[in-house]
Nanobody
Framework: QVQLVESGGGLVQAGGSLRLSCAAS????????MGWFRQAPGKGRMFVAA????????YYADSVKGRFTISRDNAKNTVYLQMSSLKPEDAAVYYC?????????????????WGQGTQVTVSS
């Protein structure tokens, strides 16, 4: 079992920055993929970014490419999402997810474990 705990959400003005963290505990793994998804009210859970745990390969949704950066600290079993140039449309609950497979995936059913989510609000 893997437990994921997100932190770092909050209220920010448009154009501002936030850094989300996801701490993994329990059965951690060195070859799996970590991802971030987000869900706005009335919308589905959408892929944001993913990183392969060991190789550092990353993948981003087109809507955040160039503004968001996913990274990881293996020693701390923590994944980060640095968000810059935030827009009102970035407002959502952000979820951290873990996938035991080594292959990066962009759909939420492909992920095995989920955090509880952290709210990001962007004021215009």
């Amino acid at each position: 079992q893997v437990q994921l705990v997100e932190s770092g959400g909050g209220l920010v003005q448009a154009g501002g920055s936030l850094r989300l963290s996801c701490a993994a505990s329990g059965r951690t793994f060195s070859s799996g993929v970590m991802g971030w998804f987000r869900q706005a009210p009335g919308k589905g859970r959408m892929f944001v970014a993913a990183i392969s745990w060991s190789a550092g390969s990353t993948y981003y949704a087109d809507s955040v490419k160039g503004r968001f950066t996913i990274s990881r600290d293996n020693a701390k079993n923590t994944v980060y999402l640095q968000m810059s140039s935030l827009k009102p449309e970035d407002a959502a609950v952000y979820y951290c997810a873990a996938r035991t497979s080594r292959t990066i995936a962009t759909i939420y059913p492909a992920y095995d474990y989920w955090g509880q989510g952290t709210q990001v609000t962007v004021s215009s």
